[in-house]
Structures are given as C-alpha cells and as structure tokens.
C-alpha cells in the first residue's frame, strides 16, 4: 500500500528550513486516516535533532520553533520520536467550512500577530502559530465569534 503523505507548501519559516523529517500520524486523528506520514520542515541541529520550522496541520502536540528527536521507524530515517523542548508556540488549526471570507479571516488572524500557514490557496484547512500567550488568547477570542464559517482546535 502506498503512503499517503501530507505535505507544507508554504512553510512558515521556509529560509530557516535545511531539511525534510516525517511524523506518523495516528489513529488519534479521528479521521479516515486519509495520511499516513506528515512531512515536517525542520532546521538540522545535530545528527538527529531538528527545530520544527513549519505549523503542523495534523500532528498533535508540536509547534514551530519546537526541538525533536528524530530516529529511524519504518522504511524512513527521520521520524520524530519524541519533543527535546518547547518553543513556547501554540499550533492551531481552522477548518473552512464556507471560504467566502477566507482572505478577510486570515489578515485579521495575521493582525492579530500569528501566523498563517495555508496547505494551499484557499485551502480549508490552514495551521496557525500564535508564538506568545497574548496572541494565543486573542485568537481564541476572535475564533469564539464563529460558529458556521469555520470549525477550529488547539493542536497542542
């Protein structure tokens, strides 16, 4: 059976980013496990060690700027393993259910401080990074006000 990947277009630290790790995802997801593998831009710290530099869409519990270790598992050589420290980054993650407001929603989300890391163009699905608990909770906030545009989670 072929892996199914998903993949970072646009990375929110892209010029920072020297490598490509892998985190398996789970059956924690709750979905059809649609992906097997999420594809993680990272910056290489030692043989094994990364610093994330992209917004996870479907791994739980990281964030960009986070350290983790990496070891082989399966048929690849870097998969994460496990945090080494925080980054003190909040990953969240919105779900479009109508993107009539798409462009509007995410410059008022990027006013706020975070950032926005789109899988694509108009993507419903998009990951953000508030990286301070000022922002975080004005996120929070702002998500609260919606309850049929888009559905929203906490990722870490």
Known sequence: MESRIVTHDFPAWREKADFIIASRLGEELGIDRSFDWEQLWGRKISDNTFELCCVPFFTYDLALGDIVETKPFESRNFVVHNLVSGGGHKTFRLFFQVLDRWNEILD????????????????????????????????IDYLKTFDQELLWENGN
């Open 108 to 139: 008022d989300i990027r006013d706020i401080g975070c950032i926005v890391e789109p899988r694509w163009e108009k993507s419903k699905l998009v990951a953000i990074d508030a990286c301070r608990e000022e922002e975080s909770s004005a996120l």
